[in-house]
């Protein structure tokens, strides 16, 4: 199989010729929270997929529903003159779950990237049905993640993920984040930083002219740029300058929502209600690509008191609605529920972020810990913490091999170790992850 994937596979998250000399883990089973692999170990997956196995891989529900729709319905999409019973039955479900954040409408893609591309051409739509066709730009973080696919990537804040396929889309243009650890201003205050962001938001709107912008968007805590919560007056402040400006808020939950927080969405964690709200990953537990952006009703209205015919222009995918995806996602919905994983999320979470904290005490590669919010931590590694001067590629490696030996999964991003496990975990699991990354430090230091 090490042969074969190395032959076969392009990975595009590493070097084409590392393939061979540092094979990827091949998972070939999976249990509860943990993840066999090909020689036979079951460690805990600390990544939870990649922050979408919410309710672990045993989840039977969601399975029987997708057995039950393919011998129903295998294949029917809402792109054009056409719906399905296992979509419209999900589309109310999502309109009650999302009623408080004031989004009742559902445009069905099949994972986070379409979602993130959806929600970006809509808005520019929004805005020309609207007759102010001048608002094209967009607005978003430095150190924010996006997806891949065009629009994503250029409001993507990573230059890493970007300068690849340059010249990306023109007129987007990227803030500050509220990033405590690291910021231009020197500023370690989070009250005070998000302040300054805030401020730099602004100052950008006023360059550009605020007629010309679509949109802002963001994560309500940055997950893959490495977990950074902002402080909780940041958010609500983007909002209020957006409203104020005409410009589109634009909520990036494909990580946050459903309950990673410890709130059923990242922008009802901070109080916030976006225009649009980009969800995929645990819409379906990870058990099918699919994805759903939610819809303010505002919104919803400008499109259906269209007089100009541009609201007509076409916008889909082959697998927007499918019913099969839809199936999964009423069953997880209905487990996610049940489960109350929200809670369970929020209370393991402050386990996990205490324990990790009291790594950092032991061990000074930890530069800064991230969490607090439910079941998203970060470790941002350093060579030298007067410095902050990031870890070498040696010891990082070390660290992910000797924790996963030692039962646990964690994924390495950058100078970050990212911890976002499935929600159902218990109190033992966390312990699992925490001596496992002890081991892996002890053996990195
Ligand atoms: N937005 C965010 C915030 C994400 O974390 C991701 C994926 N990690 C995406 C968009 C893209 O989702 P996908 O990989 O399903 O296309």
């Given at each position: 199989?090490?042969?074969?994937?190395?032959?076969?596979?392009?990975?595009?998250?590493?070097?084409?010729?590392?393939?061979?000399?540092?094979?990827?883990?091949?998972?070939?089973?999976?249990?509860?929270?943990?993840?066999?692999?090909?020689?036979?170990?079951?460690?805990?997956?600390?990544?939870?997929?990649?922050?979408?196995?919410?309710?672990?891989?045993?989840?039977?529900?969601?399975?029987?529903?997708?057995?039950?729709?393919?011998?129903?319905?295998?294949?029917?999409?809402?792109?054009?003159?056409?719906?399905?019973?296992?979509?419209?039955?999900?589309?109310?479900?999502?309109?009650?779950?999302?009623?408080?954040?004031?989004?009742?409408?559902?445009?069905?893609?099949?994972?986070?990237?379409?979602?993130?591309?959806?929600?970006?051409?809509?808005?520019?739509?929004?805005?020309?049905?609207?007759?102010?066709?001048?608002?094209?730009?967009?607005?978003?973080?430095?150190?924010?993640?996006?997806?891949?696919?065009?629009?994503?990537?250029?409001?993507?804040?990573?230059?890493?993920?970007?300068?690849?396929?340059?010249?990306?889309?023109a007129g987007c243009?990227?803030?500050?984040?509220?990033?405590?650890?690291?910021?231009?201003?020197n500023e370690t205050?989070?009250?005070?930083?998000?302040?300054?962001?805030?401020?730099?938001?602004?100052?950008?709107?006023?360059?550009?002219?605020?007629?010309?912008?679509?949109?802002?968007?963001?994560?309500?805590?940055?997950?893959?740029?490495?977990?950074?919560?902002?402080?909780?007056?940041?958010?609500?402040?983007?909002?209020?300058?957006?409203?104020?400006?005409?410009?589109?808020?634009?909520?990036?939950?494909?990580?946050?929502?459903?309950?990673?927080?410890?709130?059923?969405?990242?922008?009802?964690?901070?109080?916030?209600?976006?225009?649009?709200?980009?969800?995929?990953?645990?819409?379906?537990?990870?058990?099918?690509?699919?994805?759903?952006?939610?819809?303010?009703?505002?919104?919803?209205?400008?499109?259906?008191?269209?007089?100009?015919?541009?609201?007509?222009?076409?916008?889909?995918?082959?697998?927007?609605?499918?019913?099969?995806?839809?199936?999964?996602?009423?069953?997880?919905?209905?487990?996610?529920?049940?489960?109350?994983?929200?809670?369970?999320?929020?209370?393991?979470?402050?386990?996990?972020?205490?324990?990790?904290?009291?790594?950092?005490?032991?061990?000074?590669?930890?530069?800064?810990?991230?969490?607090?919010?439910?079941l998203m931590c970060?470790?941002?590694?350093?060579?030298?913490?007067?410095?902050?001067?990031?870890?070498?590629?040696?010891?990082?490696?070390?660290?992910?091999?000797?924790?996963?030996?030692?039962?646990?999964?964690?994924?390495?991003?950058?100078?970050?170790?990212?911890?976002?496990?499935?929600?159902?975990?218990?109190?033992?699991?966390?312990?699992?992850?925490?001596?496992?990354?002890?081991?892996?430090?002890?053996?990195?230091?």
């Amino acid at each position: 199989l090490k042969e074969k994937n190395a032959r076969s596979l392009w990975h595009p998250m590493a070097h084409p010729a590392d393939s061979l000399a540092n094979p990827p883990t091949i998972v070939t089973g999976a249990e509860g929270v943990s993840i066999i692999d090909v020689d036979g170990h079951k460690v805990v997956d600390g990544v939870g997929g990649l922050w979408n196995v919410n309710l672990g891989f045993s989840c039977q529900p969601i399975k029987d529903a997708i057995a039950a729709q393919l011998e129903q319905l295998p294949y029917y999409s809402t792109f054009r003159g056409t719906t399905n019973d296992a979509v419209i039955e999900l589309s109310e479900e999502l309109r009650e779950f999302f009623e408080p954040d004031g989004l009742t409408r559902a445009f069905y893609t099949s994972g986070g990237s379409d979602s993130v591309e959806t929600a970006l051409r809509l808005a520019r739509q929004y805005h020309k049905v609207k007759g102010e066709p001048a608002r094209t730009k967009y607005l978003s973080l430095k150190k924010g993640y996006h997806g891949t696919h065009f629009g994503g990537a250029s409001v993507n804040g990573n230059a890493n993920f970007r300068t690849a396929y340059e010249p990306l889309m023109a007129g987007c243009f990227h803030i500050p984040a509220p990033y405590p650890y690291r910021n231009p201003f020197n500023e370690t205050d989070p009250e005070k930083l998000a302040q300054l962001c805030l401020q730099a938001l602004e100052d950008e709107i006023a360059f550009q002219g605020a007629g010309t912008i679509a949109a802002f968007i963001m994560e309500p805590i940055l997950g893959a740029g490495g977990v950074i919560p902002p402080h909780k007056s940041f958010m609500p402040g983007v909002r209020d300058i957006c409203t104020r400006n005409g410009i589109l808020l634009i909520a990036d939950e494909v990580i946050t929502a459903f309950g990673r927080t410890g709130s059923w969405s990242g922008s009802r964690h901070w109080g916030v209600k976006p225009d649009f709200m980009c969800t995929a990953k645990a819409i379906t537990n990870g058990y099918f690509p699919f994805g759903a952006v939610m819809i303010a009703d505002d919104v919803v209205q400008v499109f259906e008191g269209d007089k100009t015919g541009k609201a007509a222009i076409g916008h889909g995918y082959t697998y927007s609605g499918h019913p099969v995806g839809a199936a999964a996602a009423l069953a997880c919905l209905a487990e996610t529920k049940r489960l109350k994983v929200n809670e369970n999320a929020a209370a393991r979470g402050a386990e996990l972020f205490s324990g990790l904290q009291a790594l950092q005490d032991k061990y000074e590669m930890i530069g800064d810990v991230r969490g607090g919010h439910g079941l998203m931590c970060a470790l941002e590694l350093v060579s030298d913490r007067a410095s902050k001067a990031p870890i070498g590629k040696g010891p990082i490696g070390t660290l992910q091999e000797v924790t996963y030996q030692n039962g646990a999964m964690v994924r390495v991003s950058g100078p970050n170790v990212i911890l976002s496990p499935p929600l159902v975990l218990t109190s033992a699991d966390v312990q699992t992850i925490l001596t496992a990354l002890d081991a892996g430090f002890a053996a990195a230091s």
